[in-house]
């Protein structure tokens, strides 16, 4: 018995030291950057953000809705409160309305960057026009921030770029490579229209960029887990999404003989098993590269269980699953948002139809989902039925390459100990349909923690809104290829 416990204590041992040794050599991947002094901006560029909100140019499920008048007036306020960046770089409309901006540089042969954006927005809830601070659209400013639909999503970084290539024309600068400013008019209805037939004219023209920045990651305060650091998070890939329709039909009678088994009874329990059978939680290859940038930075406790990540996977996992956005980063999620069955008090219905969406981790088919509600829900008297084209992103930046790490130092430029780190993208981005060209694409607005983000009081920080165009300079003004 004393030899076993020997041993068990010699195992134990060994152990512990393998842990603290794995801990102890858990090195940090921060950069550390000499601080770059933010412009000196007028309140010229605010006055220009607010005009922009004010053209309703919102993107609607029927495309027999759009108001083309406020598209082509913002266009047109661009050209005239830009007018070096349109006389100077080549404009390209595609589909009418999406803008692609051409700047050409020192060299014919280096690869170029691009820098997206997109021009539309989401409508306003009227049963939330009441709750707003300030007129949706009109760019008013209260306390210190600039309130109105698109000010974070995404005219805060569209007005960013133009401002900031404005001033570097005037200051007669020329890239080192050509860029491109990508600015969709449809994003948010999945930028058939705009992104994705450009994407498709890149690659036609064999286009293959250094980088594509878009949309995506934040900086943050508090939305990191444990860490008690800001914290910049770079979108290096992103979710894809597939939405099923669930239907079955039972016939249904009046509802003093119900039957045994009911169309809402049966599709009440699908939803249930959905709800309580989930896609399992992994730490995926995006998650291990996450928590090897934040890790080393975290108190000692946490900073060991992500060095020791085997040890401590389950710990972690529980931790992440605690938050929504936790949640969302370690799995395929699973949510019912349509419930359409009965007419009557009275009448049992005869059918009853969901509507399921699901956010897939890379590397998660349609098919996989599918396959994962007919497992789950065991039922086939369900018609299971795909909704839209879907989508299933494979497309993984590598953070080892220059472009990763001249994005992360320019953003250490601006802030002090800042945690640069790259992550998983939840929702999805026009960046998307440019997979095909390089595999470099990376989801970033230079703002801290913003406001409203598609919901009441949707509003930017005028202090950072002007640091958002201080990056946006120094990324173009710095880029060597």
């Known amino acids: 018995m004393k030899k076993i416990l020997k041993y068990v204590g010699i195992i134990i041992i060994i152990l512990i030291a393998f842990v603290l040794f794995k801990t102890f050599t858990f090195k940090s991947k921060q950069i ?22 004010q053209f309703e140019t919102i993107s609607y499920d029927d495309p027999k809705q759009m108001d083309s008048s406020q598209f082509k007036g913002f266009q047109q306020f661009l050209m005239q409160t830009y007018p070096l960046v349109f006389s100077k770089m080549t404009l390209e409309k595609v589909n009418n309305f999406s803008l692609i901006l051409h700047w050409k540089g020192k060299s014919a042969t280096a690869k170029p960057i691009i820098l997206m954006a997109h021009q539309d927005v989401v409508p306003i809830e009227k ?10 659209f009109s760019g008013q400013i209260k306390n210190d921030f600039i309130y109105g639909r698109g000010a974070i ?3 805060g970084s569209l007005i960013s770029i133009l401002e900031s ?29 705009g992104a994705k037939v450009m994407a498709q004219l890149f690659a036609d023209r064999k286009i293959s960029p250094a980088f594509v920045l878009d949309e995506g990651g934040i900086i943050t305060e508090y939305k990191v ?16 999404y597939q939405t099923l329709e669930l239907k079955i039909n039972i016939p249904g009678g009046h509802s003093s003989m ?33 928590l090897s940038y934040i890790g080393p930075e975290m108190p000692f406790i946490s900073k060991m269980a992500m060095a020791n990540q085997g040890l401590f996977k389950p710990m972690i996992i529980s931790n992440y699953a605690k938050s929504a956005a936790g949640n969302a980063t370690i799995r395929t999620t699973t949510v019912t948002t349509i419930f359409n069955a009965g007419l009557k008090e009275n009448l049992i219905p005869g059918e009853a139809q969901v509507t399921v969406n699901f956010r897939t981790q890379p590397g998660v088919s349609r098919q996989d989902v599918v396959d994962h509600v007919k497992k789950v829900i065991n039922n086939d008297s369900i018609k299971i039925t795909p909704i839209g084209k879907g989508n299933e992103p494979k497309q993984i930046a590598n953070v080892d390459d220059p472009t990763f790490k001249y994005i992360q130092k320019t953003i250490s430029a601006f802030h002090q100990n800042i945690i640069v780190a790259p992550y998983l993208v939840l929702g999805a981005t026009d960046a998307r349909y440019f997979g095909n060209i390089t595999s470099q694409i990376f989801r970033f607005s230079p703002f801290t923690d ?24 120094e990324l173009i003004k710095n880029y060597k290829p």
């Open 165 to 193: 290539a404005e001033l570097l024309l005037k200051q007669s600068f020329i890239p080192e490579t050509d860029i491109y400013f990508v600015f969709g008019h449809d994003e948010e209805i999945s930028g058939f229209k």
């Open 450 to 473: 913003p406001e409203g983000f598609h919901g009441v009081n949707e509003r930017i920080k005028i202090s950072e809104y002007k640091k958002g165009i201080s990056f946006y300079y």
């Open 225 to 240: 887990p444990r860490l008690n650091k800001t914290a910049a998070v770079v979108g290096i890939a992103e979710k894809g």
């Open 153 to 155: 999503d995404d005219k």
């Open 258 to 290: 119900p039957e045994e088994h009911t169309a809402i009874d049966e599709m009440a329990k699908a939803v249930v098993k959905l709800k309580e059978n989930q896609f399992k939680p992994e730490i995926t290859p995006i998650v291990k590269s996450f």
């Open 127 to 136: 049963a939330t026009l009441n709750k707003w601070d300030a007129e949706p």
């Open 32 to 53: 550390k950057e000499a601080q770059v002094p933010l412009l000196k901006l007028d309140d010229s560029c605010v006055v220009h953000l607010q005009k922009s909100i």
